[in-house]
Antibody, heavy 117, light 106 residues
Framework: QVQMVQSGAEVKKPGASVKVSCKVS????????IHWVRQAPGKGLEWVGG????????VYTQRFQGRVTMTEDTSTDTAYMELSSLRSEDTAVYYC??????????WGQGTMVIVSS | DIQMTQSPSSLSASVGDRVTITCQAS??????LNWYQQKPGKAPKLLIY???NLDTGVPSRFSASGSGTDFTFIISSLQPEDVATYYC????????FGQGTRLEIK
């Protein structure tokens, strides 16, 4: 059973960056395809990006291109998502999730990121 | 980008009712569709993969069908624990979620 434990809540000022971590256990990170999904307060789910095994690279949804970077530290089985140039609209819960190919199956508990001056 | 139009956005039904939610893709996605259930304050839970397959451990009152652009999700007999928001997700090309359907008990 894969478990995903995310870092704690963050409060950032507009223009700053945030880096959220996702520690994987029960499986090695290299065997997983990790994605990130966010959910603004009271809103729906929005895919941010993730590893595409067919392309062999990380892909991002268009609206985050240039602002988001997803990385992995295989020595600690930890995935990271960094979002820069934060604005108030980036206030959301950010989830890491594994992609088994036909579904997102194991989810982290979510990390609340608040952007406020 | 593929757009997913989910309806209704909210609905209220009685315990034991049959509930239907639809999802329409802006282009042919074959059967590359999931359905998820999300309860308040929790991460989403996978219910359906490949448009019609029930994930392990999911109660049989949940079912889904469809292919191409039109998809349907059904709860055959609504239970109190089914109160949640339901999302479709396409994974044919990149990933897109529907807007969600908030389901409550009447």
């Amino acid at each position: 059973q894969v478990q995903m434990v995310q870092s704690g809540a963050e409060v950032k000022k507009p223009g700053a960056s945030v880096k959220v971590s996702c520690k994987v256990s029960g499986y090695t990170l290299t065997a997983l395809s990790i994605h990130w999904v966010r959910q603004a307060p009271g809103k729906g789910l929005e895919w941010v990006g993730g590893f595409d095994p067919e392309d062999g690279e990380t892909v991002y949804t268009q609206r985050f291109q240039g602002r988001v970077t997803m990385t992995e530290d295989t020595s600690t089985d930890t995935a990271y998502m960094e979002l820069s140039s934060l604005r108030s609209e980036d206030t959301a819960v950010y989830y890491c999730v594994t992609d088994r190919g036909d579904a997102f199956d194991f989810w982290g508990q979510g990390t609340m990121v608040i952007v406020s001056s | 980008d593929i757009q997913m139009t989910q309806s209704p956005s909210s609905l209220s039904a009685s315990v034991g009712d049959r509930v239907t939610i639809t999802c329409q893709a802006s282009q042919d996605i074959g059967n590359f569709l999931n359905w998820y259930q999300q309860k308040p304050g929790k991460a989403p839970k996978l219910l359906i993969y490949d448009a019609a397959n029930l994930d392990t451990g999911v109660p049989s009152r949940f079912s889904a069908s469809g292919s191409g652009t039109d998809f349907t999700f059904i709860i055959s007999s609504l239970q109190p624990e089914d109160v949640a928001t339901y999302y479709c997700r396409q994974y044919k090309k990149r990933i897109t979620f529907g807007q969600g359907t908030r389901l409550e008990i009447k």
